[in-house]
């Protein structure tokens, strides 16, 4: 018999309410399934379990609110417990931290308090496969009428559910005291240092030309893919940035999975992760990104991607500032970020032309490394630039 426990998604979540269970008492269950709802102070989350067996009690109801580590349910023949799924540690297990934030940070999932309809991921997919509109829908079963797998069910075999006043939007205020937590915290724990380095883009913009005039629009890349890419393989050289520090010691990660940076609509960002980033060719990367930037903004992320990140990356855009220095999410130990590309001048063999440049940065944490090895890993990101047809 073994327990599953409450998670922790995020450095600074102390509890979580459990807003849905997605198996009941019989049920087998495996490694990554999504067994729970679990809303906290960053919206809610469907968690996974990396136990395989039955589920022989469901310990916590609906509508609980319990502290990080409280058993939720007991599972029977289970096999000892893999912790979540992040770091094939090298050295040691790298305990899940969650997504970074750029400029001002944390990580959190969208949920939906105020002027959006209460409803959990699940619900919302279901609702979405059967091409129904929630909205129209539910007065939900789940905490504060929150509208639950179950009632979209219910719903669709048409049965009667009362209407409930729909309740919206993206809880701001609870968004900016996650940050504000996990930004304290990094802020008062960690000693960052700073460093940043011009890089020519001229061979990459030209490659992403080249790429994209042979591509459908669906099959397009953008520059951050590029960067992404980048940052990835340069911490093959430089693996003292990836990782944790986590009980006075850093715990490096063999796996690099990069926590990109996005901004929600309506304020507040998350990172969730990218798994094996340096593995991806550049086209799987663009699929990643865009499903994640679309899950993300629609609620429908997992524990897994918040809680694997081992370094973060931030790229601002087109509309962003011309360079971005970021603040370390806990217990990460770094963060890498790019600004705005813009055209400047630049000597190429003794002659001044016109250049895309983009200015990368690195905050990094200086219990761990010291400005050498920062160095050199953003003297590897903007080398790894120039060749873009090998990343």
């Known amino acids: 018999m073994s327990a599953f426990k409450m998670p922790a998604l995020g450095a600074d979540m102390e509890a979580g309410t459990l807003v849905e269970w997605l198996v009941k008492p019989g049920d087998r269950v495996k490694s990554g399934d999504v067994v729970a709802v679990v809303e906290t102070q960053k919206g809610a989350i469907e968690v996974e379990i990396f136990l395989e067996g039955?589920?022989?009690?469901?310990?916590?109801?609906?509508?609980?609110?319990?502290?990080?580590?409280?058993?939720l349910a007991q599972i029977e023949g289970a096999e000892g417990a893999a912790p979540p799924p992040p770091l094939e540690p090298a050295a040691?297990?790298?305990?899940?931290?969650?997504?970074?934030?750029?400029q001002a940070p944390p990580m959190p999932a969208i949920t939906a308090p105020s002027s959006r309809l209460k409803i959990t991921p699940a619900a919302r997919r279901r609702a979405t496969a059967l091409s129904l509109d929630?909205?129209?829908?539910v007065k939900g079963t789940g905490v504060e009428g929150s509208i639950r797998l179950a009632d979209v069910e219910t719903y669709a075999s048409g049965a009667k559910l009362a209407r409930c006043p729909a309740k919206i939007g993206l809880d701001l205020s609870q968004m900016r005291q996650a940050i504000a937590a996990a930004m304290s915290r990094s802020k008062r724990e960690i000693p960052h240092y700073y460093l940043t380095e011009t890089v020519d883009l001229?061979?990459?913009?030209?490659?992403?030309?080249r790429y994209n005039a042979e591509k459908t629009p669906v099959e397009r890349i953008l520059p951050a893919v590029l960067f992404l890419k980048a940052a990835a393989l340069a911490l093959r050289e430089q693996p003292h940035l990836n990782g944790a520090y986590e009980n006075g010691a850093f715990i490096p990660s063999s796996s690099i999975h990069i926590g990109w940076a996005i901004?929600?609509?309506?304020?507040?960002?998350?990172?969730?992760?990218i798994r094996d980033t340096d593995r991806k060719s550049l086209a799987e990367l663009m699929a990643a990104m865009?499903?994640?930037v679309e899950r993300a903004r629609r609620g429908n992320l997992r524990s897994s991607e918040l809680t694997s990140p081992t370094i973060t990356v931030t790229s601002v855009g087109d509309r962003g500032a011309e360079s971005v220095t970021g603040v370390i999410?806990?217990?990460q130990v770094a963060i890498v970020g790019f600004g705005r590309v813009v055209a400047r001048p630049w000597v190429v063999d003794g002659r001044i032309e016109s250049h895309p440049l983009v200015t990368v940065s690195l905050a990094a944490d200086h219990r761990v490394t010291d400005g050498h090895i920062g160095g050199?890993?953003?003297?590897?990101?903007?080398r790894l630039l120039q060749e873009p047809d090998k990343l």
Do not use: C, F
């Not at 929630?134 to 829908?137: A, C, K, L």
């Not at 901004?263 to 992760?273: D, K, M, T």
């Not at 050199?376 to 903007?382: E, T």
């Open 263 to 273: 901004s929600l609509r309506g304020g507040g960002l998350i990172a969730p992760a």
């Open 290 to 292: 865009r499903d994640l």
């Open 134 to 137: 929630p909205t129209m829908i």
């Open 329 to 331: 999410y806990p217990p």
């Open 92 to 102: 040691a297990a790298l305990k899940p931290a969650p997504q970074v934030l750029a």
């Open 54 to 71: 039955v589920v022989s009690n469901i310990l916590v109801p609906v509508g609980a609110r319990v502290p990080v580590g409280t058993v």
């Open 202 to 209: 001229h061979a990459a913009s030209t490659w992403i030309e």
């Open 376 to 382: 050199l890993y953003l003297a590897a990101v903007g």
